[in-house]
């Protein structure tokens, strides 16, 4: 039934993809000379249908369990439009397309040079032949690896102040929903995309070939943002990041302070945070944000910035001061 | 593509680098050869002892010797800017690649495995079709709308067939004169006549994004991959209309069947 589900699915994004592609895209390809690029573009479309329709898809259910259960009220939402922005252009494949045109062709080199070089890589698939190799298996592992790898991604993006600077964009939402899974800094999606290009130079598979691990990881990290009061299910929440889980990670105060200069880092699975003691199962709700954009004497009263914009820029302007404090020590 | 003695076809995975070796009968896969970088387009040489791959990501072209059973890397070849489709000529001396970006078609010497020449063709040059007697080079030009007509001892454009937007890819129609090449864009085929170099008819009404054909044993129907529509479609040759369409996978490109009419060599088999 499932199977049958996601083909009929399949099909009605397929069918999208083509409409899109031959009476827009390509038509446009051709007059502008592009059509080295209609391949990729043919490919890429598929994803931001998938895209498209994840959008609809966490708005249709998460914002009516936000309206109707949510852990805090607001009684202006206008914080939360900038996340509006980044989901679109996450999922509109903004980001791929400037890593595609910025990056792609350097780790394509790299690629080429691996194999001219023989550096050996791990091929997962043959790692067990004829149980790894398998489809599902095969996903579930790279599933865990990506998810290991952003597990320690998350952890570096904390531990290390100019890259926490560039993070900090994501984790000064002091109103926390669906929306905000896809607030970051632009160019920490860039070193991201550039993170798991370079992994998959040694696994062997490009993640945007997971288009199902993909499409599930986007989704699971909206719920971990939803302002909604959901069922804490016992088991679950060791299987899976719940949003208690998270919402833990963006709490002032809890999220990104300590020795380990924060807590529950999991990206879908809180494995990782059990495994290196980086967990923190309290369920009391926190308020979201950083520490020193709270009013004096809490905090500093700090202005991460209210627009997109804005808060692009002054990640900048905090890396500056930071290292000038660095420079003069 | 299909080894030379007919008992594998050669399937060519370019995201996790390898080639997979199917019956061509049955489908059943026979063995898997990893560490084949990024093969996109693949060929034999018609002497059979050279075995090619274009990267088309990784802007390579990756000469293997062939023994008759197994690959041997004799040389990468850097080629930018992303080398697409290929061709040999019959003396087996020396393989075409279409260079995509930059509009380019190469000529490599296959036993020094060195760049002989390379010459502007036009915007997004794909397919090739050497013509019997070694003449000239087609070329599909996909960012256009003609074949380019290549005299590659002279390395010179002696003439453009007017086809339709995006030529792309060729089959010959084992008739001593016709050639089939799709026009991607405008999704028709367009017959050529390679002895006058003149186009003779085409072929309408089909599903989006025509690419690779296959023709069968008895010349009757032309059978086309629809890299756009998920689907293979089939063509009666006589009538010239799309007579039944097969619903595959998405972006199906190559098209392989084992009762097929010829392929005419040089050409890849």
């Known amino acids: 039934m499932i199977t049958e589900i996601v083909a009929q699915l399949d099909n009605v994004v397929s069918t999208l993809q083509t409409l899109l592609y031959v009476d827009v895209v390509q038509p446009i390809f051709f007059k502008v000379g592009l059509m080295g690029y209609d391949e990729d573009t043919y490919d890429a479309l598929y994803w931001v249908i998938i895209g498209v329709l994840e959008i609809l898809a966490t708005f249709a259910i998460l914002r009516p369990l936000e309206a109707l259960r949510p852990i805090e009220t607001w009684q202006d939402r206008k914080a939360v439009r900038s996340d509006v922005f980044y989901t679109w252009i996450a999922k509109l494949g903004l980001i791929n397309l400037t890593f595609f045109f910025l990056l792609q062709p350097l780790f394509n080199h790299w690629q080429s040079l691996i194999a001219i070089y023989d550096i050996p890589n791990i091929d997962v698939d043959s790692i067990w032949p004829g149980v790894t190799d398998q489809p599902v298996v095969s996903f579930l592992i790279y599933l865990v690896i990506l998810d290991f790898a952003g597990y320690w991604y998350h952890r570096w993006q904390h531990r290390f102040g100019v890259w926490w600077e560039l993070h900090a964009v994501h984790h000064s939402q002091q109103q926390m929903s669906l929306w905000a899974d896809d607030r970051n800094h632009f160019l920490d999606d860039i070193i991201q995309a550039a993170f798991f290009a370079a992994l998959s130079l040694f696994i062997g598979v490009q993640p945007s070939q997971f288009v199902v691990l993909v499409a599930l990881s986007n989704v699971l990290q909206s719920i971990q943002h939803v302002n909604a009061h959901l069922p804490v299910v016992p088991f679950l929440d060791r299987l899976l990041v719940s949003p208690t889980f998270h919402r833990r990670h963006h709490a002032i105060g809890y999220g990104h302070e300590g020795t380990r200069y924060g807590c529950n880092f999991g990206v879908l699975f809180p494995w990782w945070d059990m495994l290196f003691k980086t967990a923190a199962w309290n369920r009391l709700v926190e308020p979201t944000g950083i520490r020193d954009q709270l009013p004096v004497p809490e905090g500093f009263a700090r202005n991460y910035g209210h627009g997109v914009w804005a808060q692009q820029f002054y990640a900048f302007g905090r890396i500056a001061r930071r290292l000038r404090r660095v420079a003069s020590a | ?269």
């Open chain 2, 1 to 269: 593509m299909i080894t030379p003695d007919g008992s594998s076809l050669i399937v060519a995975d370019s995201v996790s680098n390898d080639l997979i070796f199917v019956d061509p009968r049955s489908g059943k896969v026979q063995k898997r050869m990893e560490n084949i970088e990024d093969p996109y387009q693949l060929g034999f040489s018609p002497d059979h002892k050279w075995f090619v791959t274009a990267g088309l990501r990784l802007d390579r072209v990756d000469i293997y010797k062939y023994d008759g059973h197994d690959l041997t890397l004799a040389k990468r070849v850097p080629l930018g800017k992303t080398p697409s489709h290929m061709t040999f000529s019959s003396d087996a001396s020396t393989v075409f690649v279409t260079l995509q970006d930059s509009g380019e078609l190469a000529a490599i010497d296959l036993a020094t495995q060195t760049v002989k020449w390379k010459m502007p063709v036009g915007n997004t040059p794909a397919g090739l079709w050497m013509t019997p007697g070694d003449r000239e080079l087609l070329v599909g030009m996909t960012g256009e709308d003609d074949v380019a007509v290549v005299d590659w001892h002279k390395q010179q454009v002696i003439k453009r067939i007017q086809t339709g937007k995006g030529a792309h890819n060729f089959r010959n129609l084992d008739d001593g004169k016709h050639v089939a090449v799709t026009n991607r864009v405008v999704s028709t085929i367009s017959i050529l006549d390679y002895t006058t170099l003149q186009k003779v008819g085409d072929i309408t009404g089909l599903l989006p994004g025509p690419d690779d054909m296959e023709l069968s044993a008895d010349r009757k129907t032309l059978w086309v991959t629809f890299r756009f529509a998920r689907h293979v479609g089939v063509i009666d040759l006589a009538s010239r209309k799309l007579i039944d369409t097969i619903v595959v996978g998405r972006s199906p490109h190559g098209l392989y069947f084992a009762d097929r009419a010829p392929v005419y060599a040089p050409n890849p088999d």
